[in-house]
């Protein structure tokens, strides 16, 4: 199984840091949830970690720096689904979920019958088949991000990366799209890292979490450990209850301020 080491990951926009000094880790195998609020760093610390966003710190993947891999080798290694997408126009859903599979084509040959099997595999493990020949321009919000996700399983990576994976699904797919995630991740060995607003999903499925607040880490440990009432009223600015639900995990409520009379 394959770890993720992250140490001392710091960026900057112009002269801004938006990541600073970062060090969190994903023991092979494990899920780890990314949370923090709006502008954390979060997505940016993902795009460290899938070769599209420059960095001072390392970061390496089964003992590998990520920074000695070509583009074939890292996207062997790491599949990256980004919150929104830039979907290739005029593409069928099959055709874009097989395009997954392009680390794995050798250059001006075309996917062979292995690739299709593993694209028709994807498609299916995401409820895709009756979309399968339909344009992505005209799937729904959450019919895209599920093509994304099916894409990035078609590449068989060991390490996942999600950048909210379920901000445009229903609650039933946000359900199925975690638990497969969860499946996946036992029978395939792969270690998910996956930033998450829904503090209370983040907690049901992550084996620990790593929160972030203006670039730096401020909490992480189990999600018990993490989501407190007071460290997300003070890092959010968010009034909630925290109780503890199945297994002891936090499931957080929001709770209205005084109305004003
Ligand atoms: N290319 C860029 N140029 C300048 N600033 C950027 C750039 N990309 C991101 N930022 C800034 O970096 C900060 C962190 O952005 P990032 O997308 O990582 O946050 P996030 O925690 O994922 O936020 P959200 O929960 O809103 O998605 C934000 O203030 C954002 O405006």
């Not at 994903?26 to 979060?42: D, R």
């Not at 830039?86 to 392009?102: F, K």
């Not at 979309?131 to 590449?155: K, N, P, V, W, Y």
């Amino acid at each position: 199984m394959t770890d993720v080491r992250i140490r001392d990951v710091s960026v900057a926009f112009e002269t801004t840091p938006v990541l600073r000094d970062v060090t969190t880790a994903a023991a092979g195998g494990e899920w780890l949830g990314i949370i923090g609020p709006n502008g954390a760093g979060k997505s940016t610390l993902l795009r460290c970690l899938a070769g599209l966003q420059s960095y001072a710190g390392d970061v390496s993947a089964g003992g590998v720096d990520l920074r000695t891999l070509g583009t074939r080798d890292r996207a062997r290694l790491v599949a990256f689904v980004p919150q929104s997408p830039v979907l290739p126009e005029g593409m069928s859903v099959h055709d874009y979920v097989l395009l997954g599979r392009t680390p794995y084509v050798s250059y001006l040959a075309n996917p062979g019958r292995a690739d299709r099997a593993v694209t028709a595999e994807s498609l299916e493990l995401l409820h895709l088949q009756g979309f399968r020949d339909r344009q992505l321009q005209s799937l729904s919000g959450g019919e895209r991000q599920r093509a994304t996700i099916a894409r990035a399983l078609a590449q068989q990576p060991k390490v996942l990366l999600l950048d909210e994976p379920t901000s445009a699904l229903d609650i039933g797919h946000q359900q199925h799209v975690l638990e497969l995630v969860d499946e996946l991740r036992a029978s395939q060995d792969l270690t998910v890292l996956c930033t998450m607003h829904d503090l209370t999903l983040a907690g049901q499925f992550c084996d620990r979490l790593t929160l972030l607040h203006h670039g730096r880490v401020e909490a992480e440990g189990t999600p018990r450990e993490v989501v407190t009432r007071e460290r997300v009223q003070q890092v959010y600015d968010a009034s909630v209850d925290v109780t503890l639900g199945i297994d002891d995990r936090p499931v957080v409520v929001p709770a209205r301020r005084q109305r004003q009379p």
